[in-house]
Protein backbone atom coordinates (compact mmCIF):
# COMPACT_ATOMS: atom_id res chain seq x y z
CA UNK A 1 0.00 0.00 0.00
CA UNK A 2 1.24 3.89 -0.82
CA UNK A 3 1.42 6.02 2.21
CA UNK A 4 0.34 9.31 2.10
CA UNK A 5 3.54 10.68 2.15
CA UNK A 6 4.64 8.88 -0.76
CA UNK A 7 1.89 9.69 -2.75
CA UNK A 8 2.63 13.75 -2.19
CA UNK A 9 6.48 13.01 -2.68
CA UNK A 10 5.16 11.79 -6.38
CA UNK A 11 2.53 14.71 -6.54
CA UNK A 12 5.51 16.96 -5.75
CA UNK A 13 7.86 15.02 -8.34
CA UNK A 14 5.35 15.48 -10.97
CA UNK A 15 4.56 19.37 -10.35
CA UNK A 16 8.13 19.89 -10.52
CA UNK A 17 8.38 18.14 -13.66
CA UNK A 18 6.00 20.51 -15.25
CA UNK A 19 7.01 23.69 -13.72
CA UNK A 20 10.45 22.60 -15.47
CA UNK A 21 9.08 21.82 -18.60
CA UNK A 22 7.06 25.20 -18.25
CA UNK A 23 10.08 27.39 -17.52
CA UNK A 24 11.38 25.86 -20.56
CA UNK A 25 8.86 26.84 -22.94
CA UNK A 26 8.93 30.41 -21.30
CA UNK A 27 12.48 30.43 -22.22
CA UNK A 28 12.14 29.72 -25.39
CA UNK A 29 9.55 31.97 -26.21
CA UNK A 30 11.54 34.90 -24.55
CA UNK A 31 14.47 34.02 -26.96
CA UNK A 32 12.04 34.13 -30.06
CA UNK A 33 10.86 37.26 -28.85
CA UNK A 34 13.68 38.59 -28.22
CA UNK A 35 15.21 37.29 -32.17
CA UNK A 36 11.87 39.15 -33.57
CA UNK A 37 12.69 42.24 -31.73
CA UNK A 38 16.62 42.13 -33.03
CA UNK A 39 14.86 41.44 -36.64
CA UNK A 40 12.65 44.59 -36.80
CA UNK A 41 15.05 46.97 -35.03
CA UNK A 42 17.40 45.83 -38.38
CA UNK A 43 14.55 46.16 -40.57
CA UNK A 44 13.75 49.78 -38.97
CA UNK A 45 17.35 50.66 -39.73
CA UNK A 46 17.11 49.28 -43.28
CA UNK A 47 14.27 51.46 -43.60
CA UNK A 48 15.35 54.41 -42.33
CA UNK A 49 18.52 54.30 -44.66
CA UNK A 50 16.82 53.83 -47.74
CA UNK A 51 14.31 56.69 -46.65
CA UNK A 52 17.30 58.71 -46.39
CA UNK A 53 18.83 57.45 -49.29
CA UNK A 54 15.63 57.36 -51.75
CA UNK A 55 14.69 60.66 -50.20
CA UNK A 56 11.10 59.10 -49.55
CA UNK A 57 8.95 58.78 -46.44
CA UNK A 58 9.57 55.75 -44.16
CA UNK A 59 6.22 54.35 -45.19
CA UNK A 60 7.25 54.31 -49.30
CA UNK A 61 11.09 52.93 -47.95
CA UNK A 62 9.11 50.14 -46.33
CA UNK A 63 7.06 49.39 -49.46
CA UNK A 64 10.47 48.97 -51.30
CA UNK A 65 11.70 46.87 -49.01
CA UNK A 66 8.73 44.34 -49.33
CA UNK A 67 8.80 44.68 -53.42
CA UNK A 68 12.31 43.82 -53.71
CA UNK A 69 11.99 41.19 -51.32
CA UNK A 70 9.07 39.56 -53.35
CA UNK A 71 10.23 39.97 -56.31
CA UNK A 72 13.65 38.51 -55.41
CA UNK A 73 12.24 35.72 -53.25
CA UNK A 74 14.72 37.09 -50.32
CA UNK A 75 13.59 37.66 -46.79
CA UNK A 76 12.76 41.42 -46.27
CA UNK A 77 15.63 40.70 -42.74
CA UNK A 78 18.36 39.60 -45.32
CA UNK A 79 17.70 42.26 -47.78
CA UNK A 80 17.77 44.76 -44.32
CA UNK A 81 21.11 42.78 -43.03
CA UNK A 82 22.55 43.71 -46.07
CA UNK A 83 21.76 46.97 -46.46
CA UNK A 84 22.79 47.87 -42.81
CA UNK A 85 26.30 46.28 -43.16
CA UNK A 86 26.81 47.89 -46.48
CA UNK A 87 25.65 51.39 -44.80
CA UNK A 88 28.91 50.21 -42.33
CA UNK A 89 31.67 49.30 -44.28
CA UNK A 90 31.16 45.53 -43.80
CA UNK A 91 29.58 43.79 -46.94
CA UNK A 92 30.89 40.12 -47.39
CA UNK A 93 30.33 37.79 -49.94
CA UNK A 94 26.59 36.60 -49.40
CA UNK A 95 25.34 40.12 -48.98
CA UNK A 96 26.82 41.61 -51.63
CA UNK A 97 25.06 38.83 -53.49
CA UNK A 98 21.71 39.76 -51.93
CA UNK A 99 22.10 43.35 -53.32
CA UNK A 100 23.34 42.70 -56.38
CA UNK A 101 20.64 40.61 -57.45
CA UNK A 102 17.97 42.66 -55.58
CA UNK A 103 19.55 45.68 -57.83
CA UNK A 104 18.84 44.19 -61.05
CA UNK A 105 15.07 44.55 -60.09
CA UNK A 106 15.42 48.53 -60.05
CA UNK A 107 15.23 50.79 -62.63
CA UNK A 108 18.51 51.37 -65.04
CA UNK A 109 21.40 53.29 -63.13
CA UNK A 110 19.57 52.98 -59.23
CA UNK A 111 21.68 51.27 -56.78
CA UNK A 112 21.15 50.87 -53.33
CA UNK A 113 24.92 51.06 -52.93
CA UNK A 114 27.57 52.63 -54.55
CA UNK A 115 29.74 49.65 -56.02
CA UNK A 116 33.15 51.59 -54.87
CA UNK A 117 33.19 53.93 -52.27
CA UNK A 118 32.29 54.00 -49.30
CA UNK A 119 28.59 52.92 -49.32
CA UNK A 120 27.25 56.28 -48.38
CA UNK A 121 27.11 57.98 -51.94
CA UNK A 122 23.97 59.17 -54.23
CA UNK A 123 22.33 56.26 -55.61
CA UNK A 124 22.76 56.65 -59.32
CA UNK A 125 25.80 56.27 -61.04
CA UNK A 126 27.07 59.22 -63.15
CA UNK A 127 26.17 58.43 -66.88
CA UNK A 128 28.79 58.29 -69.05
Known sequence: MVST???T???S?????????RVAQLEAENSQLRDALTRRQQIGVATGL????????PERAWSLLVRLSQNSHVKVRQIAQAVIDVHCGRLDPVNR????SIE???????????TEGDGHRPLRENPR
Open 9 to 11: EAA
Open 13 to 21: VVEMASLVS
Open 50 to 57: LAQRFAVS
Open 97 to 100: EILS
Open 104 to 114: KLLPDGVRLVE
Open 5 to 7: SQH
